[in-house]
């Protein structure tokens, strides 16, 4: 069964550093999206990408972040200047073509981003 | 704004005992609800979706979940525990309002553990 997946599995950086967590979702899904659980929270909506463009976004979601499917299988989520409190794992999503209101999200095992 | 709740931050079940675990949802037109389940070190896994039609909805690996309108609860089911159902759950919904937006938004997870 495809799968969504997830590189790096861990990173570790400094904060003020740049880092960019890369996923490559199912082929055939058209709707990406990127996720957050910080350790024992619940997991948090970022930002949702279609047609090479944000298509919405949280409020947790701010200047420091971007995201870029720079080639036809690769979605980046780039954090400039990490902070604290960016440590989280993040979760790459996608969706089948078609509705995505009600199709299922198909999640990577995530990355999980620690800022000493 | 849409919600999830999930009363419950840890259930304690004997396998082979049946389990429940529990979900109400707030929004502001009509709900498509999603339950997913997160074993240590993965991505969420998709069990079951209501979006429309019979109240009642199977999943897989035996879950099942009942849509309440009235109470605005979709709560998960399994007639009998297995050990290795030990796992967090995750309750989820949409709004199928026509407000446009893909955001899913989750509830803070419940931990079951089903004691053998």
């Known amino acids: 069964e495809p799968e969504v997946t997830q590189t790096p599995s861990h990173q570790v950086t400094q904060m003020g550093q740049e880092v960019i967590l890369r996923c490559v979702p199912i082929?055939?899904?058209?709707?990406f999206y990127w996720y957050r659980q910080i350790l024992g929270q619940k997991v948090e909506f970022l930002v949702s990408?279609?047609?090479?463009?944000?298509?919405?976004k949280s409020e947790i979601f701010d200047d420091q972040f971007s995201v870029e499917r720079p080639d036809g299988s690769n979605f980046t989520l780039k954090i400039r200047s990490t902070k604290l409190e960016d440590s989280a794992m993040y979760f790459c999503?996608?969706?089948?073509?078609?509705?995505?209101?009600?199709?299922?999200?198909?999640f990577g095992n995530g990355t999980r981003l620690t800022v000493t | 704004a849409q919600s999830v709740a999930q009363p419950e931050d840890q259930v304690n079940v004997a396998e082979g005992n049946p389990l429940t675990v529990k979900c109400t949802y707030s929004?502001?037109?009509?709900?498509?609800l999603f339950w997913y389940v997160q074993y240590p070190n993965r991505g969420l896994q998709f069990l079951l979706k209501?979006?429309?039609?019979?109240?009642l909805v199977k999943g897989s690996y035996g879950f099942e979940a009942e849509f309440n309108k009235s109470q605005t609860s979709f709560h998960l089911k399994k007639p009998s525990a297995l050990v290795s159902d030990s796992a967090l759950y995750f309750c989820?919904?949409?709004?199928?309002?026509?407000?446009?937006?893909?955001?899913?938004?989750f509830g803070k997870g419940t931990k079951l553990s089903v004691i053998p």
């Open positions: 990408f279609y047609n090479n463009e944000i298509s919405e």
């Open positions: 999503a996608s969706t089948i073509r078609g509705d995505a209101y009600n199709s299922p999200l198909h």
């Open positions: 989820a919904v949409r709004d199928h309002s026509g407000a446009g937006s893909y955001q899913l938004t």
């Open positions: 929004v502001s037109g009509n709900p498509y």
């Open positions: 082929s055939n899904h058209l709707y």
């Open positions: 209501y979006i429309t039609g019979d109240n």
